[in-house]
């Protein structure tokens, strides 16, 4: 398993996005091969480019590696500690 860096994370989610984006455009029958039989009927024949399987079993890949993703980053998250120089209680109070 590789190493990366939550930037490098949030850049990959958002590439996995756009791709599974244009996979669903795919899937929704945009590319569409159409061919006529050169017989005396002279038919028009409509064929899909890819396999509609083949592109449902990679938006699920893409949707898995996208939670994956997504519970890593808030996983380190919450384990981050971070050090700020105020008082919540005093900003939050009423303005006497």
């Known amino acids: 398993m590789a190493e990366h860096t939550i930037n490098a994370l949030l850049s990959m989610t958002k590439a996995l996005q756009t791709r599974r984006a244009q996979l669903e455009a795919t899937k929704s029958g945009s590319l569409i091969r159409t061919r006529y039989s050169l017989g005396t009927e002279g ?10 399987k083949k592109i449902d079993q990679r938006i699920t890949q893409i949707n898995n590696v996208i939670y ?25 109070c009423e303005i006497a």
């Open 43 to 52: 038919q028009r024949v409509d064929e899909p480019v890819y396999d509609a």
């Open 68 to 92: 994956k993703i997504d519970v890593k980053i808030k996983e380190s998250n919450a384990r981050t500690a971070v050090n700020l120089d105020f008082d919540f209680d005093a900003l939050m």
